[in-house]
């Protein structure tokens, strides 16, 4: 069910299905917006679930956000004003660094765990992507499919869905968001994280690949890592069954 709040002056948008805790709060990657959570969430049924929208898309008020601290700011101030009890933070690409921020950022013990698909400690963005968002753009156009997002093969309907979704999403607030993945660092700092972290990778994803999980791994105390043999970017949207049985997985063991 898609929900609208006025949160600090702002208008926010977001999906949210109620069910057992803890809640999974999803943040989306660059360019997206709550669509992306779709399938990963009709696949956890059960669950209270959210997908928020960060600022600037798909019915949350702009401007978009510069920083994944501001980002993570904005996490922060909605799970204040809509979340209850206990919840774990999930995020893909930028958004998993909006949840390392958060783990790093957060002194509440509601804080239960964090999912980090296809992300990592540090996002170097290629300039190629960067350059498609320095491009001027056409009347309206929509964030296009950087190279390397979706697995070679991919489905058609997938990425037919994926770039109906990203209409939603202003092509000046992809280009923000991919320059705010573009300035994360946090590989210094990963052994400060208390909470679990489950890691989901993809063998074939060349934007964030396997080593960032590996780094990951290798740096936060307790953790789960999955990585899944020919799986790509965008894994969460074309590997459902094996990442939504790896959270299912993960959430039984907290």
């Known amino acids: 069910?898609?929900?609208?709040?006025?949160?600090?002056?702002?208008?926010?948008?977001?999906?949210?299905?109620?069910?057992?805790?803890?809640?999974?709060?999803?943040?989306?990657?660059?360019?997206?917006?709550?669509?992306?959570?779709?399938?990963?969430?009709?696949?956890?049924?059960?669950?209270?679930?959210f997908a928020i929208n960060l600022p600037g898309r798909a019915g949350t008020s702009g401007p978009p956000l510069a920083t994944v601290a501001e980002m993570e700011a904005f996490l922060s101030r909605f799970l204040e004003s809509e979340v209850e009890g206990d919840y774990v933070v999930v995020g893909h690409s930028v958004g998993?660094?909006?949840?390392?921020?958060?783990?790093?950022?957060?002194?509440?013990?509601?804080?239960?765990?964090?999912?980090?698909?296809?992300?990592?400690?540090?996002?170097?963005?290629?300039?190629?992507?960067?350059?498609?968002f320095d491009q001027l753009p056409k009347p309206g156009a929509s964030p296009p499919l950087p190279p390397g997002l979706l697995e070679q093969g991919?489905?058609?309907?997938?990425?037919?869905?994926?770039?109906?979704?990203?209409?939603?999403?202003?092509?000046?607030?992809?280009?923000?968001?991919?320059?705010?993945?573009?300035?994360?660092?946090?590989?210094?700092?990963?052994?400060?994280?208390?909470?679990?972290?489950?890691?989901?990778?993809?063998?074939?994803?060349?934007?964030?690949?396997?080593k960032y999980a590996e780094y990951l791994a290798a740096n936060i105390a307790d953790n789960e890592i999955h990585v899944i043999e020919g799986a790509g970017h965008m894994l969460f949207i074309e590997r459902v069954p094996e990442v939504s049985e790896a959270i299912e997985g993960f959430l039984s063991r907290l």
Request: hydrophobic share 40%.
């Open 1 to 49: 069910m898609v929900e609208t709040r006025q949160i600090d002056e702002r208008t926010v948008t977001f999906r949210h299905d109620e069910g057992r805790g803890p809640s999974l709060v999803c943040v989306h990657g660059s360019a997206g917006n709550h669509h992306a959570y779709d399938r990963l969430l009709d696949a956890l049924p059960g669950r209270d679930r």
């Open 154 to 210: 991919a489905d058609p309907n997938v990425a037919a869905e994926i770039s109906k979704h990203l209409g939603l999403t202003p092509f000046q607030t992809g280009g923000a968001d991919w320059r705010a993945a573009d300035g994360f660092d946090r590989m210094q700092d990963l052994e400060n994280i208390q909470v679990p972290a489950l890691i989901v990778a993809g063998s074939n994803d060349v934007l964030t690949p396997p």
């Open 96 to 132: 998993g660094a909006i949840a390392i921020e958060h783990a790093l950022a957060s002194p509440s013990k509601r804080l239960q765990a964090i999912v980090l698909l296809a992300s990592g400690a540090r996002l170097r963005v290629q300039p190629m992507i960067l350059e498609l």
